[in-house]
């Protein structure tokens, strides 16, 4: 842990920069990064990690007792490192099969770029989303974060006994989702841009894959199950 500190604060004043300028202007600053071809892959892959790192470390009071750090953020590190990959490739192919002219590395520079800030933002409610529900129960908040369902009893028993933290609750995940629907919307004009392809067919490629998406990230939270052992990690 005090390793992946010192990581964070060394390039942290590197890192800054560039993330509040993604977030600020992000097809531009976005366009920007990856006009530059030079080690451009490195440096994207560099700031992804690093955003990992930080989303780890923010988390890491949420590891069940006797988990240990390093071993499930390695494992989480990986498999949403191959997850990513994979994902950019079938954007890639989308893109491709609509006449695209992108190749896969700019592709692939854009995807780390695009989904580290959301990144972010999803850890920060997703804890937000934990202590509301820790305020009531903290048992029903260990069981928000290994499965991310309520069920259906405690949710009614929240509704009645603490209307207020109810609504509080379902407002932060209304905005968590719009937030991250719209912040795709936006970015999904660099792929335009990369690709070189009409309006139409860029919201066509979209469509097909948030289809794509919902159906591999599904794939993905059933293999987080089987690592460990029927639920989803209390970190991610």
């Known amino acids: 842990m005090k390793e992946l500190l010192e990581l964070i604060w060394h390039e942290f004043f590197v890192y800054l920069p560039i993330l509040t300028g993604i977030i600020q202007s992000p097809v531009r600053t976005m366009l920007s990064l990856l ?7 490195n440096r994207a892959f560099s700031f992804y990690g690093i955003t990992l790192a930080i989303g ?3 988390q890491a009071p949420l590891l069940l007792k006797g988990q240990d750090f390093v071993s499930v953020a390695g494992s ?10 994979t994902f950019a490739g079938i954007i890639q192919i989308i893109f491709k099969w609509l006449g695209g002219k992108g190749d896969y590395e700019s592709t692939l520079c854009a995807c780390l770029y695009i989904v ?9 409610w997703h804890i937000l989303g934990v202590g509301i529900l820790a305020t009531h129960s903290a048992q029903l908040a260990t069981a928000w974060r290994l499965g991310n369902v309520i069920p259906k009893v405690d949710l009614e028993l929240l509704l009645k ?10 407002l932060a995940m209304v905005v968590r989702f719009v937030v991250s629907v719209l912040w795709f919307l936006i970015c999904w004009k660099i792929y335009r841009h990369i690709h070189k392809v ?4 860029s919201a066509v490629a979209y469509l097909v894959s948030m289809v794509l998406w919902f159906l591999y990230w599904n794939l993905i939270a059933l293999i987080m199950k089987g690592l460990y052992g029927g639920s989803l990690s209390p970190i991610g």
């Open 35 to 41: 006009e530059d071809r030079q080690d451009r892959l």
């Open 56 to 58: 780890l470390a923010f």
């Open 76 to 85: 989480l590190l990986i498999l949403r490192t191959i997850a990513i990959l």
């Open 116 to 124: 580290s800030p959301v990144y972010l933002f999803l850890v920060l």
């Open 161 to 170: 006994s603490s209307p207020i933290l109810a609504t509080g609750f379902f």
């Open 198 to 201: 009409t309006k139409a067919r």
